[in-house]
């Protein structure tokens, strides 16, 4: 984790670094406000929460007067970390009832991240001494299959897979009936981010969801968004939040761009937290998303 940690302030630390210098000028005038505004838009913070960001820090320099360098430190982490949301649930569901393995449906548009991540997600499970099997529901890509199947061997768990181009909602269903059997404590299922129709992938998630709940509840629906594309990957992701009921999000390759503020655009727009963040390719790059940790990371 501090490892990841410093990866992530590498990363980010780039935007704190100027919002900083900014707010510690000895005068602020308007331009000085509008560089601060442009500092959060280049970071993908999005319109309104860097209005909303933006007018707090007005109201603390008018009350409190010119900033020192501490000081502006203190204003900007208190706003930021307001900004972020410091009360969300962010803990995973992934207990097993008595009857039943817990079910983490994993959507989102191919190619952000979400085989990687159901990876790296049954690792750190694995880690908790758990019990998971893999749902392969991609069964449109022929490669994705096999990309889940090589994880699942990596990390020593069983992948469940249909045949190629088979029904989805099958595979799903037969994840969710070894889960069962076998008693396992979780069950992950990757589905396809295929982005043909609003309708084609609201039928296509729906259904998998129907036959998964015939055996077991889905206790989380994590949505992957890839943080390099950023408004547009939001434009996309919006896209399935609206199809299925998200309960968390996993925001990928937050080591490949500088722009950390679209954990703030994207919860904002999404009203789901950031539960989980990926910080790389490897097995071991996926972490929990913490606040002050994030925020600490941003202003260096
Ligand atoms: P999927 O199509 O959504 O299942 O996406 P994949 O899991 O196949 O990932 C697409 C690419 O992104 C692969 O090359 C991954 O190694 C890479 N990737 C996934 N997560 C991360 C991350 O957190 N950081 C970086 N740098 N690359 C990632």
């Known amino acids: 984790l501090v490892r990841l940690r410093a990866r992530l302030a590498r990363s980010q630390s780039t935007l704190g670094k100027g919002l900083l210098g900014l707010l510690s000028r000895d005068r602020i005038d308007e331009e000085t406000w509008e560089e601060i505004e442009d500092a959060l838009l280049t970071a993908d913070v999005g319109v309104g929460p860097t209005e909303e960001l933006v007018e707090r820090l007005r109201t603390r320099v008018r009350v409190e007067g010119a900033a020192s360098q501490d000081h502006a430190r ?26 039943n393995p817990a079910v983490v449906l994993v959507v989102g548009v191919n190619g952000t991240g979400k085989t990687t991540t159901v990876g790296k997600l049954a690792r750190v ?5 758990k019990d998971v099997i893999l749902g392969a529901a991609d069964t449109f890509r022929a490669a994705a299959a096999a990309q889940l199947a090589t994880w699942g061997d990596r990390v020593g768990v069983p992948t469940i897979r249909g045949p190629e181009g088979g029904d989805p909602a099958s595979v799903a269903f037969d994840s969710v009936k070894a889960g069962v059997e076998q008693e396992s404590d979780v069950v992950i299922v990757d589905t396809a981010g295929r982005l043909h129709t609003k309708t084609g992938l609201m039928d296509e998630l729906g259904k998998v969801k129907r036959v998964i709940e015939k055996q077991a509840p889905v206790s989380e629906v994590l949505l992957v968004i890839d943080a390099t594309t950023g408004q547009n990957g939001l434009t996309q992701a919006r896209v399935f939040a609206e199809v299925v009921d998200v309960t968390g999000i996993v925001l990928t390759k937050l080591d490949s761009t500088a722009k950390g ?15 989980l963040v990926g910080l790389g390719e490897g097995a071991d790059d996926l972490a929990p998303f913490e606040p002050a940790a994030f925020v600490d990371a941003l202003l260096g």
Do not use: F, N, Y
């Not at 307001?82 to 008595?98: E, F, I």
């Not at 503020?261 to 539960?275: C, D, F, N, S, Y």
């Open 261 to 275: 503020g679209i954990i703030i655009a994207v919860q904002r727009e999404l009203g789901v937290p950031v539960k």
């Open 74 to 99: 203190e204003i900007l982490r208190s706003e930021l970390l307001t900004l972020v949301g410091t009360d969300l649930d962010r803990s995973l569901h992934v207990t097993r009832t008595s009857t």
């Open 125 to 129: 499970l694995v880690a908790e001494d």
